[in-house]
């Protein structure tokens, strides 16, 4: 009991007909729009590409970093109030090794959003 | 040169047109040929000026929302003491405070930074050439007497632009921790010796001047101009935002760091290495929150726009490129 084509396939053919198709027939504002609406259905297929595994591992790793489980807004919320709350020349090394958690989190979020921006 | 599309999207050309043609002496007649941009802030028209039998390229630039008056005054009379200091800006023809409205000189050239890059692909010492020009201009532009510039708004206290940076995070209604880092670090890290303030273009960048074979034929966009740190306007053109892809090339995707060094220190610029790398990471952590702004404003309901909610999605390149700036 499952729609065929799944997410990925029909965001991808969307994708491929604005730009091989409507792209050309358009000018000025227009054009910029469908450019943009192209990449982003491209950026939506490889998120439904990755699932929920990436966030999923953030969010442990975060629940670890804080001591506390959440959802990941919540700890996210958290994560933020945790670094005002702290001198900014704090000596604990809080803030670089939130750095590193929050580094592996964007190269993740990259992969799906600019492919290659990383690297 | 900049897009010429279809015909000026105007509800009532002929009305502009005639608004147009008042603000100039003599019996102008004006024909609006093409639309340059359509900016959230400003749109941009391309016009003919028919007069005495003789046609004039010019263009007009209309605030979308009448500015401040204050803030047309403001940037028509840098641009005339940007001209006197030999700074190549467009001639002002004609200004109309009350209407947002600029009118001045065409110049051929090109904006659009991707069509830049490819010139730049396509002629080997146009890259170099552009940097050098870069360097100058911005010198030039840092030498402009302030004396009659009191009443811009000063941004070159560092202390103060991070509180403003904290303020702007604070005003997102989503919490963004790699930008609280970025708070942060601003202030962890004072500016050892801060420069006299200047005048800063506030938006010198590939994309805002125009550019020829012959490297760059004027600077535009003068609306972010206020008084600062030099070392401000230099870390914006080199943030890998606007190398379009060339991140090797620092300078906007056509030049060596080294060069545009040379070429400001050539033309009387002081270099401070460690303020331009504070303001790289306050001008990345500021563009950061702008495009998580744009992207609030549409989920807000405020604007309705794609493009807007897409800057969402560019807001983590940014994060990328401020984790990496701050390594210390």
């Given at each position: 009991m499952l729609d065929r084509p799944d997410a990925a396939t029909l965001l991808k053919a969307m994708a491929a007909t604005l730009s091989d198709e409507v792209l050309p027939e358009t000018s000025g504002g227009t054009r910029h729009a469908v450019r943009v609406i192209a990449n982003l259905c491209r950026i939506l297929e490889r998120e439904f590409e990755a699932g929920p595994a990436g966030p999923e591992r953030t969010r442990q790793a975060l629940a670890e970093l804080l001591g506390q489980d959440g959802t990941l807004p919540e700890l996210i919320s958290e994560l933020d109030r945790s670094l005002c709350e702290r001198?900014?020349?704090?000596?604990?090394?809080f803030d670089s090794k939130v750095r590193k958690l929050i580094l592996a989190d964007v190269e993740r979020r990259l992969a799906i959003d600019r492919p290659g921006y990383s690297s | 040169m900049k897009d010429h599309t279809d015909?000026?999207?105007?509800?009532d050309t002929s009305a502009l047109s005639a608004r147009l043609a008042a603000m100039?002496?003599?019996n102008a007649e004006i024909r609006?040929?093409?639309?340059a941009s359509l900016g959230a802030q400003r749109r941009t028209l391309f016009l003919d000026i028919l007069r005495d039998g003789a046609t004039t390229q010019a263009v007009a630039q209309i605030a979308s929302q009448v500015l401040d008056p204050a803030d047309i005054e403001k940037e028509a009379r840098l641009l005339r003491a940007a001209a006197k200091a030999g700074v190549a800006v467009p001639h002002l023809l004609a200004v109309d405070a009350k209407a947002g409205t600029i009118i001045s000189e065409h110049i051929a050239g090109e904006s659009i930074p991707r069509r830049i890059l490819r010139l730049v692909d396509a002629q080997a010492d146009l890259g170099s050439k552009l940097t050098s020009d870069c360097g100058r201009l911005l010198a030039m532009i840092h030498q402009i007497p302030t004396e009659e510039f009191h009443d811009l708004e000063n941004l070159g206290n560092a202390k103060r632009y991070a509180e403003e940076m904290e303020e702007l995070l604070e005003s997102l209604t989503a919490p963004h921790p790699t930008f609280r880092l970025g708070v942060r670090w601003l202030g962890r890290h004072e500016l050892d010796a801060p420069a006299a303030s200047v005048v800063v273009h506030?938006?010198?960048?590939?994309?805002n001047f125009l550019a020829s074979d012959e490297g760059i034929r004027a600077v535009l966009?003068?609306?972010?101009?206020h008084l600062g740190d030099p070392m401000e306007d230099l870390a914006w053109l080199c943030l890998?935002?606007?190398?379009f892809g060339a991140?090797?090339?620092?300078?906007?995707?056509?030049?060596q760091l080294e060069a545009l060094r040379t070429a400001y220190e050539k033309a009387g610029g002081t270099w401070r290495a460690k303020a331009f790398d504070w303001w790289t990471v306050a001008r990345t952590l500021w563009w950061g929150l702008g495009l998580a702004r744009q992207a609030q404003a549409h989920m807000q309901g405020e604007v309705n726009s794609i493009v807007l909610a897409a800057s969402g999605r560019r807001v983590v390149e940014l994060e990328y490129d401020l984790l990496r700036l701050m390594q210390d």
């Open positions: 001198e900014i020349r704090d000596d604990t090394g | 015909a000026a999207d105007e509800t100039l002496p003599g609006i040929t093409g639309v506030g938006d010198f960048r590939i994309g966009d003068w609306e972010l101009v890998r935002t606007w190398r991140d090797d090339l620092v300078v906007g995707g056509f030049g």
